[in-house]
Nanobody, 119 residues
Framework: VQLVESGGGLVQPGGSLRLSCAAS??????????MSWYRQAPGKERELVAR????????DYVDSVKGRFTMSRDNAKNTVYLQMNSLKHEDTAVYYC???????????WGQGTQVTVSS
């Protein structure tokens, strides 16, 4: 099982980035896995940013990114995305893709991708 993130980089405040997380070795069906994006800024704990909460693809977000970030998935490509708009300095962090398997319980993590928002 492997999760590979991509799409991070340096962007100016107000800019956009689209992160991708390609899964291999398993198929992230909603009934078996909870797919989420987390981030960790320097000196801070890792926090949940977004997650898919229904089989239809409904999502849930941390308050600080609501209205700016959109999580989506492409089942055919076994890939989830995080579209990030109106980026702010405080969005600077390493972003991680997570696949939480319900049974047997296990959590898979990608290697992370750096997002830096700076002028």
């Amino acid at each position: 099982v492997q999760l590979v993130e991509s799409g991070g980089g340096l962007v100016q405040p107000g800019g956009s980035l689209r992160l991708s997380c390609a899964a291999s070795g398993f198929t992230f069906t909603f009934s078996s896995y909870r797919m989420s994006w987390y981030r960790q800024a320097p000196g801070k704990e890792r926090e949940l940013v977004a997650r898919i909460v229904t089989a239809g693809g409904s999502t849930d977000y941390v308050d600080s990114v609501k209205g700016r970030f959109t999580m989506s998935r492409d089942n055919a490509k076994n890939t989830v995305y995080l579209q990030m708009n109106s980026l702010k300095h405080e969005d600077t962090a390493v972003y991680y893709c997570n696949a939480n398997r319900y049974y047997p319980s296990y959590s898979y993590w990608g290697q992370g991708t750096q997002v830096t928002v700076s002028s």
